[in-house]
């Protein structure tokens, strides 16, 4: 286990990428506003379902530009948005109040949270942010803060993608969001990875179609952890009733829940 004063090997990494993609982030959906009010929906049934439906002190902890926080401050629920990417969270506290919802949002490190232990009712990570941590120590600490925060009874969310066997050292795989237009203009949206072992470097890119500027390259790197190992881990930190959800999101959905005294 790391100690909490330890810097995460990926911390730095993680904080310029989302930084420098704060400003281009709801590029990667075709309608931001619509895919954040399906996210919010789905994660709203499952909160339900997992630990009751009156609405919830929630902390998310990779809040990016709000799109999981804010449909869920929309649904009634009381939203600590963080993230260790300061424009990230800036930008969803302005996206928040354009939308006349209240946010409190903070920049900081999901290995080490600023909040009261026992003061959440959930704890969310969202949107594959796990991965970001390059190796289980770094996940382990991570998801034991989630398990401090939480009060007896309450309940930790992770969505994550269902990643399988690693490709051979090299190997580089595009992923195309498709077109966007951006400012007027049509742009090319695309990820890029290159596989190291368990671990991929992504580069982020935007490209002007009618010109072939590039207008964003940002880069980063993952994990290639399986929610399965993910799963495990939970179990081992003290989270019961540990089980993965395929319907209703994008991304598999992990739930555990902090145990009630005996």
């Known amino acids: 286990m790391l100690p909490r004063d330890q810097p995460c090997e990926a911390s730095v990494n993680i904080a310029g990428f989302y930084n420098d993609l704060a400003p281009w982030y709801h590029a990667i959906f075709e309608d931001w506003d619509g895919s954040m009010a399906r996210q919010g929906a789905a ?25 999981q926080s804010i449909p869920l401050a929309q649904l009634g629920h009381r939203i600590i948005a963080g993230d260790c990417a300061i424009k990230a969270v800036a930008r969803a506290g302005v996206e928040a109040g354009l939308r006349d919802v209240q946010l409190a949002v903070l920049a900081t490190d999901m290995r080490s949270l600023p909040i009261r232990a026992g003061w959440a009712d959930v704890v969310v990570a969202c949107d594959n942010a796990l991965p970001h941590l390059l190796s289980e120590a770094e996940i382990a600490a991570a998801l034991c803060e989630f398990h401090r925060c939480l009060r007896p009874g309450g309940g930790c969310l992770v969505t994550m993608r269902d990643y399988g066997a690693c490709p051979p050292d090299g190997t580089r795989e595009r992923r195309p969001y498709g077109k966007r237009l951006i400012d007027g203009r049509l742009h090319e949206v695309c990820q890029t990875w290159t596989w190291e072992g368990p671990r991929y470097n992504l580069v982020f890119e935007i490209v002007a179609v009618a010109t072939g500027e590039v207008v964003l390259a940002a880069e980063t790197t993952y994990f290639a952890i399986r929610p399965a190992r993910v799963m495990e881990l939970m179990a081992e930190l003290g989270f019961a009733h540990v089980r993965r959800v395929d319907e209703g999101y994008y991304q598999p959905i992990l739930v555990g829940t902090r145990p009630l005294p005996d």
């Open 43 to 67: 994660l709203h049934r499952i909160i339900a379902t997992e630990w009751g439906p009156a609405p919830k002190a929630i902390v998310d902890v990779a809040a990016g530009i709000g799109t």
